[in-house]
């Protein structure tokens, strides 16, 4: 079964999936990270693992993929945050598409850059529209894209725009609020995005708690993705997962 067909299974199911996203950075220069995290996420696994950041000045993409890969807890997907993003060694890539911004660079720029090293690498590519949604401070993301976010108050734009992406072919939604936001993606945005589109969704940024998930999940979202709360406490794993 492709990552895009469990992830689709699931939606179809009513069943719920958590991602835990890995920034390899941090993976490698956090004081023990990588054992930290391994050790978690062996104890107890999450649906899917995602890995990749908007800032990579590491080496250690690569050998971050091989380690989370070699755990086989997961599928190891590329969350990526430019061309040079790719590995052979992971289960599929996110395939972003930054739906909600007017930079070019980040709608096709990146893909184009990245096409060939994809079509190489033989991974499974599953084309996704990424939404960028304000959630009261400045992200990586947005600093690093060079776009403005929806604010978190316009759920029509947001719905507009993830349904625009639907129908561009986008396998999957993401909606996002940035690494370390403020507050979540509001529950009355994922429903009504939920009420429109057919292919599942994806909710991440600034979700630290075991409500937040559970809000997100009841309001319509397939896949969740906690990223900064495992970075600063590996035991929130756990806690999630029960």
Do not use: C
Request: proline share 5%.
């Amino acid at each position: 079964m492709s990552v895009l067909e469990f992830i689709e299974k699931a939606r179809t199911n009513g069943e719920k999936l958590l991602a835990i996203l890995i920034d390899p950075d941090k993976f490698y220069t956090e004081g023990g990270a990588v054992k930290r995290y391994v050790v978690a996420l062996q104890q107890t696994p999450p649906d899917l693992i995602f890995v990749g950041g908007s800032l990579l000045v590491s080496s250690y993409f690569e050998e971050t993929i091989k380690i989370l890969k070699a755990l086989d807890v997961a599928p190891v997907v590329i969350f990526p945050g430019d061309a040079s993003q790719v590995s052979e060694h992971a289960d599929a890539i996110l395939n972003l598409s930054l739906i909600s911004g007017r930079n070019p660079e980040f709608l096709i720029g990146q893909q184009v850059r990245a096409s060939f090293s994809l079509y190489k690498s033989g991974i499974e590519i599953i084309p996704t529209g990424y939404v960028l949604i304000d959630t009261g401070k400045p992200t990586s993301v947005t600093y690093m894209s060079n776009t403005t976010p929806i604010p978190n108050d316009k759920p029509e734009i947001v719905v507009a725009t993830a349904l625009a992406g639907e129908q561009s072919g986008k396998g999957l939604i993401y909606l996002e609020g940035g690494s370390g936001a403020s507050n979540v993606v509001s529950k009355e945005t994922i429903q009504k995005t939920k009420k429109y589109l057919q292919v599942p969704i994806i909710v991440g940024g600034g979700i630290n708690s075991k409500t937040e998930v559970h809000n997100a999940w009841n309001a319509g979202a397939t896949v969740v993705v906690v990223g900064t709360a495992f970075e600063n406490r590996v035991a929130v794993l756990e806690e999630l997962v029960s």
